[in-house]
């Protein structure tokens, strides 16, 4: 008896630590095997965090073995990121990581080679491979995950697109109002400002005028109510996701005509809200495209997934995506330890 290929994958976030394994052959559904959660102490350093993350690897790797069944240590973090080197380059839900070699760091602490990936690259791979890119037989897609900020990951012709230095996929901060709010990278009216779900809180703020009392409201205003606050009705809520839909128009436009992709894939946690902000989506990236407009699908298209097209849709994973991807990133490179 042969023993089955495994991977192990880590989803670096700014509260959750997890660590998964992940067998192709027996789940070939996306399903993570075991997995280890932990709270990310951010606030013990980045070394603090490796040494979590580490320990949390050597048990997996002693569960499940650590001969040729072990296909490799996948490790997904907010970017960007300096590549292949895995140095973390200003993470904003990770102070006092800025120039951490994360990737060192963890290979020696279990001795083991790790691949580092941003964590929006590697939901993009996992929803190519095992989402929608799967569904439409799509060799290629560009993903934006909507949470709390807007990532971005592009696949190429079945691989990764990381540009010349690892920070390839950006897309949440191309510009969709030249005139717009300043964003923390340096431009103004980035599309993360409008499509996050911190955008959403702050647009959301916005229309109720300053002279609201806000005091005891802030706190329940989450993308959630302000999303049930829409399907009840309220003009307010209804418009803010108009400028939601607005601002990923703009921003699919430039990317449907620089790309040319069969398959757009929105993602994240303000993807639940894609009946509120997809019509006004819809209508503004016909507005800016004309390589989506000679490229749209009729519905018939759409419901027959027509290869020729394309296709924008919600992402079929969720908030395992990350996770996953950084399992499957070493089974694809064929690494084996
Ligand atoms: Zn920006």
């Given at each position: 008896m042969t023993l089955e290929r495994y991977a192990i994958g880590v989803d670096l976030g700014g509260t959750n630590?997890?660590?998964?394994?992940?067998?192709?052959?027996?789940t070939p559904n996306g399903m993570i095997a075991d997995s280890i959660v932990l709270p990310t102490r951010v606030e013990d350093g980045p070394d603090a965090v490796a040494d979590d993350m580490s320990g949390a690897i050597r048990k997996l790797l002693s569960k499940h073995g650590h001969g040729g069944n072990f296909a490799g240590?996948?490790?997904?973090?907010?970017?960007?990121l300096e590549l292949p080197d895995g140095i973390l380059r200003n993470p904003p839900n990770l102070p006092g990581f800025n120039g951490y070699n994360l990737r060192r760091a963890v290979e020696l602490r279990v001795g083991v080679p790790a691949i580092i990936e941003s964590d929006a690259n590697l939901a993009a791979l996992a929803e190519f491979r095992l989402g929608s890119g799967?569904?439409?037989g799509a060799q290629s897609l560009c993903m934006l995950t909507l949470g709390t900020g807007v990532g971005n990951g592009i696949i190429l012709d079945g691989k990764v697109w990381n540009g010349h230095n690892?920070?390839?996929?950006?897309?949440?901060?191309?510009s969709v109002d030249p005139e717009g709010e300043p964003c923390p990278c340096g431009s103004r009216g980035c599309l993360e400002l409008y499509a996050s779900a911190?955008?959403?809180?702050?647009?959301?703020?916005?229309s109720r005028g300053s002279d609201a009392n806000d005091s005891d409201e802030s706190s329940i205003l989450t993308?959630?109510?302000i999303a049930e606050s829409a399907t009840a009705g309220d003009a307010a809520a209804l418009a803010v996701f108009a400028r939601v839909g607005t601002a990923l128009g703009i921003g699919l436009g430039a990317l449907v005509n620089t790309l040319n992709l069969p398959l757009y894939v929105i993602g994240g946690g303000v993807s639940a809200a894609w009946d509120l902000f997809a019509p006004q989506m819809t209508v503004e990236l016909r507005m800016r495209s004309y390589v989506y407009r000679m490229n749209a699908p009729t519905e018939d298209d759409s419901r027959l997934r027509s290869p020729r097209k394309t296709?924008?849709?919600?992402?079929?994973?969720?908030?395992?995506?990350?996770?996953?991807?950084?399992?499957l990133l070493p089974l694809m490179q064929?690494?084996?330890g």
């Open positions: 630590l997890r660590i998964a394994t992940y067998k192709e052959e027996s240590l996948g490790i997904g973090t907010p970017g960007p799967k569904t439409y690892g920070m390839g996929g950006e897309a949440g901060h191309n911190t955008g959403l809180k702050r647009m959301a703020k916005e993308a959630r109510h296709h924008v849709v919600r992402a079929e994973l969720g908030a395992d995506a990350g996770l996953l991807g950084a399992c064929g690494s084996s």
